[in-house]
T-cell receptor
Framework: GAVVSQHPSRVICKSGTSVKIECRSLDFQATTMFWYRQFPKQSLMLMATSNEGSKATYEQGVEKDKFLINHASLTLSTLTVTSAHPEDSSFYIC?????????????FGPGTRLTVT | TQLLEQSPQFLSIQEGENLTVYCNSSSVFSSLQWYRQEPGEGPVLLVTVVTGGEVKKLKRLTFQFGDARKDSSLHITAAQPGDTGLYLCAGVGYNFNKFYFGSGTKLNVKP
């Protein structure tokens, strides 16, 4: 399967600061990338869908001004959590699709554990 | 409410036992995927089923897509401790712009 990386794998930040998480598709061009949030022992919750070169589409209830998503190239998408608060602490996972198979298959990154103190 | 409901939510069995995990919806999906996720890692794709009634086998794992494309099942034969993890089904909506995850099944296989 395709390889997707995320950086950093873990990050601890203070309340009020911003954190950027990178998602890279290493061996294919990702026309669409997805950002998910996962709480302990729960399934993944889709936050937003981003297509290269266009604005991200956010799911209902997700604040676009708080979770800034940029998909500037076919291999990189970033999620910036602005003015983070303890309730933003979570496991954030990105996935990438190469468009040839549409949404048939997504390849996931290893996730980023964010802890806001 | 989840568009895709999985059952059971939790399953703890002994090594060597068989098990089935179900993924059900009232909606029709153009395709459905099964993933396995281990703690602290991203989900790993196991299989994609596309055709109604399709059956796919992956070693001891058997996946089936319902005839009406609203449900799927994952059957594991002779489970091993290495099968332990969170199993997630996910479906692509017919409008192709949404990808829905199931509620998840946490499997623990005891040696």
């Amino acid at each position: 399967g395709a390889v997707v990386s995320q950086h950093p794998s873990r990050v601890i930040c203070k309340s009020g600061t911003s954190v950027k998480i990178e998602c890279r598709s290493l061996d294919f061009q990702a026309t669409t990338m997805f950002w998910y949030r996962q709480f302990p022992k729960q399934s993944l919750m889709l936050m937003a869908t981003s297509n290269e070169g266009s604005k991200a589409t956010y799911e209902q209830g997700v604040e676009k001004d708080k979770f800034l998503i940029n998909h500037a190239s076919l291999t990189l998408s970033t999620l910036t959590v602005t003015s983070a608060h303890p309730e933003d602490s979570s496991f954030y996972i990105c996935s990438a699709s190469n468009g040839d198979r549409g949404l048939y298959e997504q390849y996931f990154g290893p996730g980023t554990r964010l802890t806001v103190t | 409410t989840q568009l895709l409901e999985q059952s059971p939510q939790f399953l703890s069995i002994q090594e060597g036992e068989n098990l089935t995990v179900y993924c059900n919806s009232s909606s029709v999906f153009s395709s459905l995927q099964w993933y396995r996720q281990e703690p602290g890692e991203g989900p790993v794709l196991l299989v994609t089923v596309v055709t109604g009634g399709e059956v796919k086998k992956l070693k001891r794992l058997t996946f089936q897509f319902g005839d009406a494309r609203k449900d799927s099942s994952l059957h594991i034969t002779a489970a091993q401790p290495g099968d332990t993890g969170l199993y997630l089904c996910a479906g692509v909506g017919y409008n192709f712009n949404k990808f829905y995850f199931g509620s998840g099944t946490k499997l623990n296989v005891k040696p």
